[in-house]
């Protein structure tokens, strides 16, 4: 069955260690997307990518970065320079230029920092 | 720019009664409508959307919402609330490029037995 898998389910950081959170899709679709969640603030956009080797900063970008080498995959790493990196992590994707189909999302990695 | 405000962030309801999680939006074209349901600990899944075709859509679950043009609502209801209904819903809305969707802040759903 298609769908979008994130690993690892849980995630332990130390300070000023980076660390990435995978997201793999096979579902064919273009876009991807990296959402953070905290309790009470819904979801709050990362880090977007239409089409391979490009992506687009969102609403809270900073600390983080990500890379799209390939259609299927989309890593986001969590630098040092993330004050605040505890949270639950999603990732979605969905078709490119098709805005009524929604996104499909993974299953999420909760990310702590010790 | 495109947004949607979900009233409450939290809703209590007994088992078998009437679920009404409301959201309204703000859109400058005509919008893209969804909800979402997250499970503790889970990815979202979605329940239903709007999309144009017809102002009653049905979704998953025995869900449904309405999409009031002159309210800008689009309300997401449930005639018997069942003990797993409990979560959190999630109303969102295409953005004007149509490349993201912009979420709510969502409402969590509590089913009382």
């Known amino acids: 069955d298609g769908g979008i898998t994130q690993s690892p389910k849980y995630l332990f950081r130390k300070e000023g260690q980076n660390v990435t959170l995978s997201c793999e899709q096979n579902l064919n679709h273009d876009a991807m997307y990296w959402y953070r969640q905290d309790p009470g603030q819904g979801l709050r956009l990362i880090y977007y990518?239409?089409?391979?080797?490009?992506?687009q900063k969102g609403d809270i970008a900073e600390g983080y970065s990500v890379s799209r080498e390939k259609k299927e995959s989309f890593p986001l790493t969590v630098t040092s320079a993330q004050k605040n990196p505890t949270a639950f992590y999603l990732c979605?994707?969905?078709?490119?230029?098709?805005?009524?189909?929604?996104?499909?999302f993974g299953s999420g990695t909760r990310l702590t920092v010790v | 720019a495109q947004s949607v405000t979900q009233l409450g962030s939290h809703v209590s309801v007994s088992e078998g009664a009437l679920v009404l999680l409301r959201c309204n939006y703000s859109s400058s074209v005509p919008p893209y409508l969804f909800w979402y349901v997250q499970y503790p600990n889970q990815g979202l899944q979605l329940l239903l959307k709007?999309?144009?075709?017809?102002?009653l859509v049905k979704g998953i679950n025995g869900f449904e919402a309405e999409f009031k043009k002159s309210e800008t609502s689009f309300h997401l209801t449930k005639p018997s609330a069942h003990m797993s209904d409990a979560a959190e819903y999630f109303c969102a809305v295409t953005n004007v490029s149509g490349n993201k969707l912009v979420f709510g802040a969502g409402t969590i759903l509590r089913v009382k037995s």
């Open positions: 709007y999309t144009s075709a017809a102002t």
């Open positions: 979605a994707s969905s078709y490119s230029g098709v805005p009524n189909y929604g996104y499909t």
């Open positions: 990518s239409q089409i391979v080797n490009d992506f």
